[in-house]
């Protein structure tokens, strides 16, 4: 990097929160330097596309990026990219990238995750097994997403559907194995489960639910897979989308407290003062616990919130969590956290447009709004003034969903 002192506000990681937090603090008018050291190549760039319209070639890889160079020339932000921090000395104020130290007077860690793999004796190690997170995994992939071929995905949340989506589409047979009851079991109630597995089987995609993999099978490359019941399937490739793990290996080596990831309070702060994180890799403090969330819309909330607080603006985040899913032509539209609920009411228009309103009680805690952006919205706004509509309400579908905002 040759420029061993650096300081103002040095940001691991360049991804969406990175670029956040860069953005909003120029904004503020902060006028330090701002240097965004990430391990990747390419600029801060948008990966919902990654396992959705850029896995279908429906879309560049400039288009994924999310601001032209000339941004970061223009607001004076330094991009150091395929770099990757080596240990942080909070101690010095100092970080380690390729041999050189770098000073900061503000940190901020947001490394985002790392998908789960499988363990070598399940046969995690073996050519042709991918996960899906940056550019480069998709671009490894890619080639072997084409007609005739025979894709195992592992685990059936958002990712690994939205991969079978695209794959059948592309005219590949698609089987999917979830060790859980029911696909989306983590993050979203049967209502939703129901839906998505009827839309995928309608497709081709074989699920097979409650069913565990005990390994993959190959030599060298997969060439199938044994599932815990004894069948045993062909597999010309696979995809994991077993969840992630938060990458605070840093902020642990350096002493940071970490819990459920790198562990900040409400305004962002880690245990260390002048050390902040956010997005993916960061949980905070909500009513449901020290919590984490893994989307677009908190990387630019929380990112957005540290810019305030390193310019002394002492606030306290109050997430809005929001989320988004395509397959097929079901765009699903996910409003508020449904951690916690007890009940659930179904608005069902048609096969295609529904939506799930989770509730607490009485208290409406999320809404998912498959093809009906209305019930998102009208259930966003709810939720994040604290109002729970009537449940009668909410299922008669002869009453207009704005009238709920007035009720
Ligand atoms: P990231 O964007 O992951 O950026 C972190 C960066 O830090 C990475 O580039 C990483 O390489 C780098 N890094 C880590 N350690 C170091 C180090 N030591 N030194 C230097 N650099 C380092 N969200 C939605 O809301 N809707 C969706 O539909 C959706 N779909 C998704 C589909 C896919 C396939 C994926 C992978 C994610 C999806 N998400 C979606 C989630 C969303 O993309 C993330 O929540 C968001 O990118 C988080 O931003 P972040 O900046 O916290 O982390």
Redesign the pocket.
Known sequence: MGDNTIKGTVI???????LSCSSKLRALGYEKPITL????DFPPYQ??P??KAYLLNETGREDLFLRPSSFYEDQNISLKLG???EAIDPAAKSLTVGGDVVEYENLVL????TPRRLPAAAGGDLGNCFT??SIADIDRLAPHVRKGQRLLVIGGGY?GLEVAAVAVKLGLEVTLVEASERILQRVAAPETSDYFRKLHSERGVRILESTSLERLEGEGTVSGATLANGETLAADFVVLGIGVTA?AE?AEQAGLSVENGIRTNEKGQTSDPSIWS????ASFPHERGQIRL????H?IDHGNLVAANIMEQDKSYVAKPW???DQYEVKLQIAGLNTGYDNVVVRKSDDIVQSVWYYEGDRLLAVDAMNDARAYMVGKRLIESGKSPSKDMVSDLSIDLKALLKA
């Open positions: 691991v990681g360049a991804g969406q929160a990175a050291i990430g391990e990747e990966r919902p990654l396992s770099q990757r921090v947001a490394t985002g995750t899906i997170r990712i990458n840093l956010i997005g993916d890799c893994e989307s677009v819309g990387a989320f988004w899913s």
